[in-house]
């Protein structure tokens, strides 16, 4: 889906496709540098991360493995309540691996904190994170990435994973919804 789909619903287009596919295979080429013979476990936290994971893992020109887990840090609105509850869990031991966290974006930074702390906890060999965007003004917590991908500011932005009450998560780009939209017409 195209920005020119649901263009009723969105104020302006922040990070582009081209964009997306410019940084995400400029770090596909850094990781793949980084973890040459290390087989890699990427690690993605559904479901925002989803598009980024199959993008970034295709780009790659390493063999990588893939698992996923989904985690909340949020209740029913948009504020974070700074709890994260495991609602499905990995299917891989990580004990020993080199994993590496893929995100869609990092808010207050909770989920990620939380995120790499536990994956030390099992005994990863190591822990890295790739986020594609981040909104740096928000950061209640500070979390490490190695990979950082676009820092925006603090607007409600949907798309390319990214939703809002699970709508345009298949919009191909990442913009900046209508406010008319989340506070009713
Ligand atoms: C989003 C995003 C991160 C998290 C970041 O997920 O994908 O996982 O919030 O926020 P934080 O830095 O404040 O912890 P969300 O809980 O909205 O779930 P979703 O990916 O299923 O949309």
Redo the contacts with the bound molecule.
């Keep these: 889906m195209r920005i020119a789909d649901v263009k009723e619903d969105i104020d302006h287009e922040l990070v582009s496709k081209a964009q997306i596919d410019s940084k995400i295979r400029e770090i596909a080429a850094q990781v793949s540098e980084d973890y040459r013979g290390k087989n890699p476990l990427l690690v993605a ?5 989803v598009n980024t994971l199959v993008e970034f893992s295709q780009a790659v020109s390493i063999p990588v493995q893939i698992d996923f887990m ?5 209740g029913s609105g948009t504020v ?1 309540s700074g709890q ?1 509850t495991v609602r499905q869990d990995l299917s891989a031991d990580v004990r020993g691996r080199h994993i590496l966290i893929v ?10 904190a939380w995120l790499v702390d536990e994956l030390k906890r099992r005994g990863a060999a190591s822990v890295e994170v790739f986020a594609l965007l981040s909104k740096p003004s ?1 950061r ?1 917590v500070e979390v490490d990435v190695k990979y950082a991908g676009y820092e925006i500011p603090d607007e409600f932005v949907v798309g390319f ?3 809002y009450d699970e709508r345009y ?1 298949n919009l191909d780009s990442i913009a900046v919804l209508k406010p008319s939209v989340y506070q009713g017409e």
């Design positions: 936290v559904l479901k925002g991360a989904s985690l909340s840090s949020y974070s994260v995100e869609d974006i990092i808010d207050s930074g909770r989920t990620l928000r209640e994973g990214l939703d998560r």
